[in-house]
């Protein structure tokens, strides 16, 4: 069995394989406002590069506020990632009843991770058509979306590419060590086993079942929606990690290519190029914004030191709990769900179009020169 099947033995019981991966595009041909005055050369750091970012961020806050379309993005980006939740639950199903060759399963995987990246990377590509260059435009979402049609085979191929390239970073990052050793257990943050650690607690276990992840879903009476959740969303929930990285690694592709009309090859070219100028930039404006969705992700702690009961197996004997949340306790962690999942889907939102403002930094820098 490959390193990733040992992993999901020994937490699920089960084996599945990689995900997939996103292609970060997000910018547009001219912000609403610039967040950039007195651009020096090179992105390589100090105080007013981290500024730059996160005036960047700052700036796509107030552009979605203003241009309350774009919320079409966000609610769309969601529906995308519940499709891949759906799908991901699919294979799980797939390969619990049939002996796959590893070849199909791999096929299986490359498919759905692609459908995924195809649709994120469309929905890009309308978000960067639609922001208005003006300050005082107003954001016409499905019509630039449908206009980008125009540039389908380049989204294609990049799509192609940034699958293939989630599925060689998630076998690379699959085979990351588990320390048992408790002065290096905090190594296990970076690794595999943190997503079924957190899923196992509450409110993610609302009902504090100690089985959740060892024992299959359909038998002895437990339902099959335990193929979707966790099985599936914590295999989407890995997968958007993984395509986030891309995302923020690859930045200025699409825009290179929805707005400069540049081919698949001169997009991807350019946009490390760009990278180059402007990476300080963009690490300061994915700091900023990932520190948002952290901070509301963690008042997770805030309810469980609330409801004192957080990890099944910490109870003693392990796995037997006396007493499980009550309905109370349940409405609050599908409340703090629905709040992060807000949250996250809008910030992604904003971090596409402060993407599309660090891209028009470069275009200015590099012009000018």
């Not at 995308?80 to 199909?104: K, R």
């Not at 607690?201 to 193929?227: A, C, H, K």
Request: glycine share 10%; net charge neutral.
């Amino acid at each position: 069995m490959t390193r990733v099947s040992e992993i999901a033995g020994h937490w699920l019981g089960l084996c599945r394989k990689p995900p997939a991966v996103h292609a970060l595009q997000t910018g547009i041909g001219i912000p609403p406002e610039s967040t950039y005055e007195g651009l020096p050369d090179g992105g390589g750091g100090g105080s007013g590069t981290i500024r730059r970012g996160i005036g960047a961020a700052i700036s796509g806050m107030r552009t979605l506020n203003r241009n309350r379309q774009l919320l079409w993005f966000t609610l769309l980006v969601g529906l995308v990632l519940a499709g891949n939740t759906l799908g991901q639950a699919a294979l799980f199903y797939i390969g619990h009843i049939m002996q796959q060759d590893i070849i199909v399963s791999y096929v299986l995987d490359f498919l759905l991770e692609f459908a995924t990246l195809f649709c994120l990377v469309f929905l890009v590509a309308g978000l960067v058509l639609s922001i208005p260059s003006k300050k005082e435009g107003s954001a016409l979402f499905f019509v630039e979306l449908a206009g980008a049609k125009k540039y389908l085979k380049a989204l294609f191929l990049w799509s192609v590419i940034l699958a293939l390239a989630g599925m060689l970073l998630f076998r690379i990052w699959s085979y990351f060590p588990v320390c048992h050793v408790s002065s290096c257990s905090w190594l296990n943050f970076f690794g595999p086993s943190i997503f079924p650690g957190i899923l196992n607690q509450f409110p993610f276990n609302l009902t504090m079942d100690p089985n959740i992840f060892t024992e299959v879903p359909g038998y002895g009476g437990r339902s099959l929606l335990l193929w979707i959740y966790p099985m599936g969303f914590m295999w989407a929930l890995i997968d958007s990690t993984i395509n986030l990285l891309l995302f923020i690694l690859t930045p200025f592709v699409v825009p290179l290519i929805v707005l400069e009309q540049k081919t698949f090859r001169e997009a991807v070219v350019g946009s490390f190029a760009r990278m180059k100028k402007t990476w300080a930039e963009v690490a300061a404006c994915a700091v900023f914004l990932g520190v948002i969705v952290s901070g509301v992700f963690l008042t997770y702690l805030l309810i469980q030191a609330a409801h004192g009961y957080n990890d099944p197996w910490m109870a003693w004997p392990p796995g037997m709990i006396s007493s499980h949340p009550t309905e109370a306790w349940i409405v609050l962690g599908l409340l703090y769900y629905l709040v992060v999942f807000i949250v996250a889907f809008v910030v992604a939102t904003v971090g596409g179009i402060a993407a599309l403002d660090l891209y028009t930094s470069a275009t200015i820098r590099e012009n000018g020169k």
